[in-house]
Nanobody, 123 residues
Framework: QLQLVESGGGLVQPGGSLRLSCAASGFTLDYYAIGWFRQAPGKEREGVSCISSSDGSTYYADSVKGRFTISRDNAKNTVYLQMNSLKPEDTAVYYC????????????????WGQGTQVTVSS
């Protein structure tokens, strides 16, 4: 059974950092593009970042560019999202998703989703 499990969320003060992990089981992430998405209460799901399976190329939404970094460790079958200089507007449930197609930050492109991890940025 293909499964993605996010972890690493929590409560952090503005300006702080968190590293989210997306661990896969039942399949090998090497061949999958991975996207990170987030959804705040009352808002639509937003694409944050993605990384390709082929050459490791990355993409970031303007709202997180320069603050977030996506990376993958195929040996650990895990993708990470390093989040620095966090702002209150980054508060959301963060989801990772996987697909064998090209990378992108449109939710409908992805077939497999994790259950999400809550990130709260507040003083």
């Amino acid at each position: 059974q293909l499964q993605l499990v996010e972890s690493g969320g929590g409560l952090v003060q503005p300006g702080g950092s968190l590293r989210l992990s997306c661990a896969a089981s039942g399949f090998t992430l090497d061949y999958y593009a991975i996207g990170w998405f987030r959804q705040a209460p009352g808002k639509e799901r937003e694409g944050v970042s993605c990384i390709s399976s082929s050459d490791g190329s990355t993409y970031y939404a303007d709202s997180v560019k320069g603050r977030f970094t996506i990376s993958r460790d195929n040996a650990k079958n895990t993708v990470y999202l390093q989040m620095n200089s966090l702002k209150p507007e980054d508060t959301a449930v963060y989801y990772c998703a996987a697909d064998r197609g090209p990378p992108g930050i449109i939710a409908s492109m992805y077939d497999y989703w994790g259950q999400g991890t809550q990130v709260t940025v507040s003083s």
